[in-house]
């Protein structure tokens, strides 16, 4: 214990506003807290679980635990400080997504605890497990321009409410020793597929919402499940493998869609350490609406990485908590709970969700403007000759989502001028614009692209074909459709080279046998990705 050196360096003291006990942090760094300030304390490790235990860490052993102190080599110190550098701007800074983040005007957060038939837990002593207050004022200083609402329930693992299939993982998880089969504690291990088929299975039976629909920003809802189940005291789960207590599901039918969350506790944590679950459901719910763990990101070359340095960090979305907050070595040498048992949403946390929701915004913008033009083409209007009505709408949206679009790349999110703002009455207008049409929202699955002509088209082509237009006014037509996405066509498999500006014979007379109906739309679309590849057609 006394060779681990980063003990020296400085401990803080906080409460858990649900209990009002105190808990101590140890060598805390890039500490967040309520002023967002960050630094970087070179001379402290990171946490291991196995740390300062005999046998099972090797102080001597140069790896991700080392730190300043231990390197003699000044090009070693060199390289450990650009590595902090470089980690937190890739972890922190410009953070990775567990989901695309959305917005919505609404939220409610449907939580539903759980406890053991042998807890003492019960309605009267509900506000030692939740500080609601807590955590409905992070989340709403997380999403600008929200509201949110908890809806509480407290439930016996035995309810019939509760899905036998979760009921049933939990008796059946499988007893892992810490350390060894000889000695030490055992924990419950639940596998991490099974338990994120039973949560969404259990949250499909509560109250959820579409929240994917583009049109729907103005006056929208969005509901989240969350499960909470506190077990005894002499039998801890974890998900997936020791020290994970927590999941955030994605929909089963599209994986960049979350769709609930569940976090484990016990009697223990509760009523003895005195360690209440405002933080916990905050940091299940933060997954849901987006947010990664600051220690966990993707390289450059897309390749994910883990980073435990910056576990140690004071925001609602890492591990620095108790239990986990100085790892398990330190419970066997101090009774009290290690860890910062207050944790808040940083300054980071909110700007990658703002960055995040400009980005949704400015999208359902224009997806509506674009299925609007749609719908109005399969009606036999061209978007040459728009109602004068749709086509100042369309002009109007479409300035907003150049201004959004400025001020994001400048980095300006927030206020009257913000990406936020601007996008956000930009998707509210272009709902205004889509509820006039009988616009379509199907989804297709990932890898198949549907292949839409509107009907008007053909007569182009029969005008190219017999002479009326030349090659250019035809060419320029069709690039335009295909870049406005008005004709989808399936990628090429090749990037588009130079190639000759003349085009084939044989592409003249397929667009003629299509204009006659005598080959397909998929025969026709392949002649055009014959030009797309070529050169000939620049998308």
Known sequence: MEKIDFLHNFKLHSIDPSTDEYHKAV???GYGGKYNTYFFDLYAAPWDDYQGIQGYYDENLINEFTNFHDFTDEKDRNQLFIDYINNATSLLVTPSYVFPPVYKTNYLIDLVIVTEPSSTANNILIDHFIN????????????????????????????????????????????????????????????REDMSRELISWASTRESSNFKDFRDVKDSQWTIPVLVII????????????????????????ATQPCCAIALSNDYTVWTEGYGLSDLVIHEVGHVLGLMHP?????????????????????????????????????????????MSDAYFTYFDKEAISRGIATYLIKSAENNVYRTLLALEKDGTSPYNLPSDVKSQVKNIESEIKKAKDAFRLNKLHGNDGALQIGKIAAEDSQSLVSNYAVEYKQTKPGIIEINIPAWIKNQAEWWVAGSINDNEFLNSIQYLIKEKIIVIPPTDSAAQEGPKDIPDWVKKSVHWWSIGTISDKEFVSALQFLVKEGIIKV
């Open 132 to 191: 609601e207050e807590k955590i409905l004022s992070q989340l709403e200083q997380l999403i600008p321009n929200s509201s949110w609402e908890l809806n509480l329930t407290l439930e016996r693992i035995t309810s019939r409410d509760l899905s036998t299939g979760i009921k049933k993982l939990l008796n059946s998880a499988d007893k892992v020793p810490v350390f060894s089969e000889e000695f030490g504690p055992v924990v419950s291990i639940i596998n």
């Open 231 to 254: 077990g005894q005291s002499d039998n801890q789960w974890y998900i997936g493998g020791y020290g994970t207590v927590g999941l955030a599901a994605a929909n089963p039918e599209d």
């Open 295 to 339: 220690f966990q990101g993707f390289t450059p070359d897309k390749e994910f990485f883990s980073n435990d340095y910056f576990n140690w960090y004071g925001s609602a979305m890492a591990y620095s908590s108790p239990l986990h907050g100085c790892s398990f070595w330190y419970s066997l040498y101090h009774d009290e709970p290690c860890g």
């Open 27 to 29: 060598g805390l760094m």
